[in-house]
């Protein structure tokens, strides 16, 4: 009961950290927009794979973290200037695509969905002190037990209840295209839009 437990709240947990529109839910609905929704499919799953190994380093590893005091922080001050490197990738590709749109050309859709799942993901570093805060309050309230298999069962969850949000996501891409068609337009300058934010709040909440 309790390895069930801990696995729900996992699930609970993914779907609480990708239900809000972000950079890699709305990066799933622009790859079903482009490319359709089965390698869409894919490129959810990759998200949510990297999401697990995160949850992984999070929630197992977490006296390592606590007692590396260096490695939380140092994750948090990388998170910066690699926001804001992709802010400036996502808005140079806005304006291609902009360009591709008024030249009437369509740009090729290069490498392998679920890889490119994985890649997107992995740029989102801040999950892994997020997750880990998450766990800990999770454990602190008797939510999630301190024991491994519980913190093992709650990975697998996590993954799912991500992969679930990502899927749910890319069904409602053409809806969301049609009734948002100014939004999945720009979706390149609102996910560039989010990185700046990102960098900006970490920046505040570091120095």
Same mark, same amino acid.
């Given at each position: ?26 990066? *799933? ?11 869409? %499919?894919? =490129? +959810? ?12 380093? #999070? !929630?197992? =590893? #977490? ?10 922080? *140092?994750?948090? @001050?990388? #998170? ?28 090729? %859709? ?24 998450? $766990?800990?309050?999770?454990? +602190?309230?008797? %939510?999630? @037990?301190? @024991? ?6 709650? !990975? ?20 969301? @295209?049609?009734?948002? *068609? ?7 300058? =609102?996910?560039?839009?989010? =990185? ?6 970490? $920046?505040?909440?570091? %120095?």
């Amino acid at each position: 009961m309790e390895l069930l437990t801990a696995f729900l709240v996992g699930v609970g947990t993914g779907v609480f950290i990708t239900w809000f529109p972000g950079m890699l839910n709305m990066q *799933a609905v622009a790859t079903a927009v482009r490319v359709g929704r089965k390698r869409a %499919y894919l =490129f +959810s799953a990759g998200m949510a794979l990297v999401i697990g190994g995160q949850t992984i380093l #999070a !929630v197992l =590893f #977490a006296d390592v973290l606590t007692g590396t005091p260096f490695i939380l922080p *140092a994750i948090k @001050s990388w #998170a910066v200037p690699l926001f804001l490197i992709l802010a400036l990738v996502f808005v140079r590709k806005g304006h291609r695509a902009r360009k591709a749109r008024k030249a009437e050309v369509e740009r090729p %859709y290069k490498g392998g969905p679920f890889w490119r799942g994985i890649m997107m993901s992995m740029m989102n570093v801040l999950n892994i002190p997020f997750i880990f805060a998450l $766990a800990g309050f999770l454990i +602190s309230v008797g %939510y999630l @037990s301190r @024991s491994f298999f519980s913190r093992l069962a709650f !990975v697998p969850g996590t993954t799912l209840g991500a992969l679930l949000v990502f899927l749910l996501y890319v069904r409602l891409s053409g809806w969301i @295209s049609r009734n948002l *068609a100014l939004f999945t337009r720009n979706i390149n300058f =609102f996910i560039g839009g989010l =990185f700046a934010v990102l960098a900006l709040v970490q $920046a505040v909440r570091i %120095y």
